[in-house]
T-cell receptor, first 116, second 112 residues
Framework: GAVVSQHPSWVICKSGTSVKIECRSL??????MFWYRQFPKQSLMLMAT?????????EQGVEKDKFLINHASLTLSTLTVTSAHPEDSSFYIC????????????FGPGTRLTVL | DQQVKQNSPSLSVQEGRISILNCDYT??????FLWYKKYPAEGPTFLIS?????DKNEDGRFTVFLNKSAKHLSLHIVPSQPGDSAVYFC???????????FGTGTRLQVFP
């Protein structure tokens, strides 16, 4: 149980284009999901908290107009990187908070974004 | 300002022996701590957690110890197996929030 998927697993795009990443909780409902970013050999950094049916809460320094988050259902959150630039190239990981039995965040497999 | 620190970037342990991974934190408002295991290009996998009201939690080969006065926690893996080789992250959660603050990770290598 407690499986989280992400799609796509990797994406290469041109500078200036937008990229959408999906995060799904497959066997549980999650009112809260989180988006992280990890640069090579660095820690996971929380970007934003995604709440079903309401606006996301962004961490300091994260541009909400650049990283659009939508949490339209209890099993799906999306992150759209708008007007991507090479410095946005990173490993993006989502997590979903399971609250019924474990109260633990379960992570997706991550999405490798490369912006040319 | 790194609130959760793992000062050892790497650790090498022989199979069968104990692996001890350490983590220090600075914020006394953290009340829940977790350990995750991560392989390259994959998401973290939850291992074990501990609430600040406890000082020890055990699950199979994994034991987490919490020393609140020292703001220190450690993960013990015994006996260590080659399949345990991965990067281990500790994470802390602030009181009354679900946000996780991650440490910098420790790469564990278990050799035969």
């Amino acid at each position: 149980g407690a499986v989280v998927s992400q799609h796509p697993s990797w994406v290469i795009c041109k500078s200036g284009t937008s990229v959408k990443i999906e995060c799904r909780s497959l066997d549980f409902q999650a009112t809260t999901m989180f988006w992280y970013r990890q640069f090579p050999k660095q820690s996971l950094m929380l970007m934003a908290t995604s709440n079903e049916g309401s606006k996301a809460t962004y961490e300091q320094g994260v541009e909400k107009d650049k990283f659009l988050i939508n949490h339209a259902s209890l099993t799906l959150s999306t992150l759209t990187v708008t007007s991507a630039h090479p410095e946005d190239s990173s490993f993006y990981i989502c997590s979903a908070l399971e609250t019924i039995s474990t109260d633990t965040q379960y992570f997706g497999p991550g999405t490798r974004l490369t912006v040319l | 300002d790194q609130q959760v620190k793992q000062n050892s970037p790497s650790l090498s342990v022989q199979e069968g022996r104990i692996s001890i991974l350490n983590c220090d934190y600075t914020n006394s408002m953290f009340d829940y701590f977790l350990w995750y295991k991560k392989y390259p290009a994959e998401g973290p996998t939850f291992l074990i957690s501990i609430s600040s009201i406890k000082d020890k939690n055990e699950d199979g080969r994994f034991t987490v110890f919490l020393n609140k006065s020292a703001k220190h926690l450690s993960l013990h893996i015994v006996p260590s197996q080659p399949g345990d080789s991965a990067v281990y992250f500790c994470a802390a959660s602030l009181y009354n929030t679900d946000k996780l603050i991650f440490g910098t990770g420790t790469r564990l290598q278990v050799f035969p």
